[in-house]
């Protein structure tokens, strides 16, 4: 069964500071990945995703993650984050070829950044 | 407003009621699914649709739960005879079935209170 870990629970930063989300999965198989964000008072929204190709990718307001297939890992980072940048994040796979068309998210890391 | 659209968006029933939360997605989007999310946890998923057929459903998911897709479009979950346990952001996400299988677009979701 597919499970998803993020192991940062809770971040706080200060403006500018780099930022490194961890997340990881368990599944043996190909896998599509996904991070989403939830700004307060607001809905999930995507901030990217990796289906093939380069590993690394790069999503909206400066963010990228990479998959490293070795390590069943793709962590989310931003070089300088922003106040605006507070919000929910939160890492999801979804198994290719395995029948099924689920998505199944991590417990999310709370990121509070200070102005 | 061509998102996912829930509704209602606030519900508060009293224990052993019955509640049936509504979810509209994005037109052309052939799958749904919905999720459960409480307080510090990612979205758990409950079930999911392509067009009008259940595909799959939580193993962990209770009896009193259901759902249905009837022509396709809108869904509907019901939870018979509520329990306090049942409190919960319910969320449903919509997208389109393609060779990777694409992101999901969630809604606001609808807020259950079981007094």
């Known amino acids: 069964a597919q499970s998803v870990s993020q192991h940062n629970h809770h971040v706080i930063l200060s403006e500018a500071a780099s930022l490194e989300l961890g997340c990881n999965y368990s599944y043996g198989g190909t896998v599509n990945l996904f991070w989403y964000v939830q700004y307060p008072g607001q809905h999930l929204q995507l901030l990217l995703k990796?289906?093939?190709?380069?590993?690394l990718v790069k999503g909206i307001k400066g963010f990228e993650a990479e998959f490293i297939k070795s390590k069943f890992s793709f962590n989310l980072r931003k070089p300088s984050v922003q106040w605006s940048d507070t919000a929910e994040y939160f890492c999801a796979v979804n198994a290719q070829g395995s029948g099924t068309y689920k998505y199944i998210f991590g417990t999310g890391t709370r990121l509070k950044v200070l102005a | 407003d061509t998102g996912v659209s829930q509704d209602p968006r606030h519900k508060i029933t009293k224990r052993g009621q019955n509640v049936t939360f509504r979810c509209d997605p994005i037109s052309e989007h052939n799958r749904l699914y919905w999720y459960r999310q409480t307080l510090g946890q990612g979205p758990e998923f409950l079930t999911y649709?392509?067009?009008?057929?259940?595909?799959?459903k939580s193993r962990l998911l209770s009896d009193r739960f259901s759902a249905e897709r009837p022509k396709g479009s809108f869904s509907t979950l019901e939870i018979q005879r509520t329990e306090q346990g049942d409190s919960a952001m319910y969320l449903c996400?919509?997208?389109?079935?393609?060779?990777?299988?694409?992101?999901?677009?969630f809604g606001e979701g609808s807020r259950l209170t079981v007094l």
């Open positions: 996400a919509s997208s389109l079935a393609g060779v990777n299988t694409g992101e999901l677009f």
């Open positions: 649709f392509q067009n009008e057929a259940q595909l799959e």
């Open positions: 990796y289906f093939s190709g380069d590993p």
